[in-house]
């Protein structure tokens, strides 16, 4: 899926004070890509993965899927996309705590009404993709912090995606084990999937085929990496 996002901003009421948190952001992002996306605290990068996992709104600007306009697009069609070729990962897991993980992995089967046995047989592939198959039935208190992210993973691919946007997927782990869930995003997508991480990490950028810094807001840099080469594209403001 290519996504394009053309003069996106995005702006926080503050009492009545409108806070600008994403400023005439233009971006286009290939099919296949491995985006990460830097930047402090503040920066806007995790704003601007809301707005291209469907998760928020614009204030203004248009982004495109696949040339399709999503502002032109009801609920229900922004929710079957965002459910069927969107896959998210967020820092904080949210597993639910009295689920085992095959069944918090199910949960966008179930919301997509697939039958039970199917949920289940895919749930399960899901898991083993991300080596986690020895922990399917367990509870998420019983897992490690990068075991939790593996199942939060499996959830976000059991629908088989397009895109996989990850919002600070090692933030919460020890650089080792964030090495290694690093690893399995790459594994995604030399399947072929797009796969975006938003970071403040400066040492996961490494990883990227395009490297996209933000800073206040606004895209400061986008850099593409190609055979160890760096080849700067200009910033659209």
Do not use: W
């Not at 070729?85 to 919301?111: C, K, M, W």
């Amino acid at each position: 899926m290519r996504i394009e996002l053309r003069q996106i901003e995005r702006s926080f009421l503050r009492g009545r004070t409108a806070v600008p948190g994403l400023r005439s952001t233009s971006l286009i992002i290939q099919p296949g890509e491995f985006v990460v996306i830097l930047g402090p605290s503040g920066s806007g990068k995790s704003t601007l993965m809301n707005i291209m996992g469907l998760l928020d709104q614009p204030t203004a600007g248009a982004l495109l899927l696949d040339d399709a306009d999503c502002a032109k697009l009801d609920r229900n069609s922004l929710a079957l996309i965002r459910n069927r070729r969107i896959g998210l990962v967020f820092q904080s897991y949210h597993l639910l705590a009295r689920q085992t993980v095959v069944d918090n992995v199910e949960l966008p089967l179930t919301y997509a009404g697939v039958r039970r046995a199917e949920r289940r047989r895919r749930a399960l592939e899901a898991i083993e993709r991300v080596k986690l198959g020895h922990r399917s039935h367990h509870l998420p208190a019983l897992l490690s912090g990068g075991e939790q992210q593996r199942a939060a993973i499996a959830r976000a691919i059991v629908s088989n995606p397009d895109v996989l946007l990850a919002d600070e997927p090692t933030g919460a782990l020890d650089s080792a084990t964030g090495r290694e869930i690093v690893g399995v995003l790459l594994a995604l997508n030399r399947e072929g999937r797009t796969v975006i991480m938003v970071t403040h990490d400066e040492t996961l950028a490494g990883y990227a085929s395009r490297i996209v810094t933000m800073h206040d807001g606004v895209v400061m840099s986008d850099v593409v990496r190609d055979g160890g080469r760096d080849q700067r594209r200009e910033a659209v403001r």
